[in-house]
């Protein structure tokens, strides 16, 4: 997602031929360092990390989908240095659900995106029983900034969701450190001290979280400086609803990092839902245009199953909106301004059946640069998670889940 969200391969140019006289055909330059290009020839269409409108291409595989017990859900990628990073919530052993980050660098060659056949496991679950994050750790999201932890200075931050029990409940988001995008990534468990507790950064005790609850997770991160300032997404299922809870923090030093503004309920305005009142924010993720001061949010319809059809806890729909920040002065305030906004979200597309073929179209990221930043001068890339019918136990969909992308055209009004 860097300053280029294109990487394109050099076009070979074929060799001009010239007339028996001396003379250069009609097409061919007279400058002699322009490349001829003989038009008759089919030239091969330079390859781009973001996939074309309307297309849907699958990024890696791990094996046939359905064929092997193994998943792969919730990407967050970047686009730095000519190279695309994707984290993603994967399991390492085939048929044992415990959930890992795991990691893939594509580059471009032969004009393909190439990833390696194998995924790298970045990040694991606790391995004490008395780790916040002993069960599972996944939901990544990841961004370059400057962060000191221990008095090391770190280039990059992902933020996570763990957990303790295995029935989707009280789930935590915590965050890590790494100085590249391969790792090795730190754990911000305690401060230097190894007593104070900075993880779990966002702990479901600071909501009413009942044993029942989902907890919070589901994190979204991008930059306010390009350094240490962040903002932190994310979803809260708790007592009260289920909601996106926004914080703007300064991890410049994680040892005593500091809060700086915080916000549940995130303005709804133009968010559309399958039935009436079903309009919320959750699972979702967001980026940033800088240039024109935009919050560009992804995000699944609500509510879910309502064909009939299992597994009937995900979406079959991802929408795509953008929402106007230059109501403030500040990166991210309109997602921290009072529920009277008169801004509302306003739609750049959808990710459906109708476009993917997959029944379930879920657990969705935007493709950014390092700082979650987008370029509305170019296409605007979604990644998203496959999902096929459920046609007996478990594996018959989880085995299915994939992870693809395509993108979108910016609105003419944007």
Known sequence: MKNKYLALISLVFLTACTSGGGSTSPDEPTDPDTPYVDPDTPQEKPVSYIPDVGEVRLLFSTGEAGKTQIYNYCPSIFIENNEEHVYFCTNKDEGNVTDYVGYRKGTISDNKINFPLQSDFVLSHGTSSTSWDYRHACDPSVIKGEFKFHGETYNYLMAYLGCVPSDCTLNE???A????PQGPWIKCDFKEDGVTKINPIVPYKDFQVGENNWGTGQPSLFSVDKKGRVILLTTV??????FTNAREYDFSDIDNFKLIREKNNLPIDGIKGTRTGASFINNADFGYDYQKRRVILAKPRQFFGTDGKSPDFIADTIDVYYIDDTEGSGVGDILFAGNNTVKIWKSIGSIDSKLTGFLRNHNCGLITDAY?????????GVAFTRSDEASGNNWTYLSTYRIYATAFNFPKNY
Not at 177 to 180: D, F, H, T
């Open 177 to 180: 450190v790494s100085k590249s």
């Open 237 to 242: 299922g708790a007592q009260n609803g289920t």
């Open 372 to 380: 979650g930043g987008i370029d509305s001068s170019l296409n605007l």
């Open 173 to 175: 988001t915590g965050i």
